[in-house]
T-cell receptor, first 110, second 114 residues
Framework: QKEVEQNSGPLSVPEGAIASLNCTYS??????FFWYRQYSGKSPELIMS????GDKEDGRFTAQLNKASQYVSLLIRDSQPSDSATYLC??????????FGGGTRLMVKP | GAGVSQSPRYKVAKRGQDVALRCDPI?????LFWYQQALGQGPEFLTY????????KSGLPSDRFFAERPEGSVSTLKIQRTQQEDSAVYLC????????????FGPGTRLTVT
């Protein structure tokens, strides 16, 4: 059974702080890693993809991948109240189906 | 450009009724996926098409669920004899499958079985 684990939260951070979201996965064959943001009542929105070990930065978002530790993380710098949402970690192998974690609910307080 | 579209956005069905959910992927996207999302959980894979070929249907929960993509673009997920446990949001995603493996989701169909 392929698993993706996330702390359900809520993770509460003050506005302007760094939010750190973590994810572990069990399938060592996983090749592609994604972070989706999901607002309440909406569908998942892709915010980051990462395929190789190390860091990938896009604006205020940084994704980090460590395949040896089977660990993916997402850092959100200068967190804004509009970042409050559920963040879903997803992994796949060879362009196949995504396996999602249960999501971490982030709350950014003004 | 246009994203993934799904219809209907909301569907209420009486237990035992059949329903059909439609997905129109991003133009030119080869691969199309269906997921089911229960309240408070992450999406779970149902089935996957590459063009018109259904390559994986391992996630379909029972033989009451059936999906097709006859011309390699629009897809329909059909649920026969709906049960209360089928109540969920059904999400469709598409990806080019060639340039990248990033999957883009439609708005979903919220199915409520009463």
């Amino acid at each position: 059974q392929k698993e993706v684990e996330q702390n359900s939260g809520p993770l509460s951070v003050p506005e302007g702080a760094i939010a750190s979201l973590n994810c572990t996965y069990s399938d060592r064959g996983s090749q592609s890693f994604f972070w989706y943001r999901q607002y309440s009542g909406k569908s998942p929105e892709l915010i980051m993809s990462i395929y190789s070990n190390g860091d990938k930065e896009d604006g205020r978002f940084t994704a980090q991948l460590n395949k040896a530790s089977q660990y993916v993380s997402l850092l959100i710098r200068d967190s804004q109240p509009s970042d409050s949402a559920t963040y879903l970690c997803a992994v796949s192998s060879a362009g196949n189906m995504l396996t999602f974690g249960g999501g971490t609910r982030l709350m950014v307080k003004p | 450009g246009a994203g993934v579209s799904q219809s209907p956005r909301y569907k209420v069905a009486k237990r035992g009724q059949d329903v059909a959910l439609r997905c129109d992927p991003i133009s030119g996207h080869v691969s199309l996926f269906w997921y089911q999302q229960a309240l408070g959980q992450g999406p779970e894979f149902l089935t996957y098409f590459q063009n018109e070929a259904q390559l994986d249907k391992s996630g379909l929960p029972s033989d009451r669920f059936f999906a097709e993509r006859p011309e390699g673009s629009v897809s329909t997920l059909k649920i026969q004899r709906t049960q209360q446990e089928d109540s969920a949001v059904y999400l469709c995603a598409s990806t080019s499958g060639t340039v990248s493996y990033e999957q883009y989701f439609g708005p979903g169909t919220r199915l409520t079985v009463t």
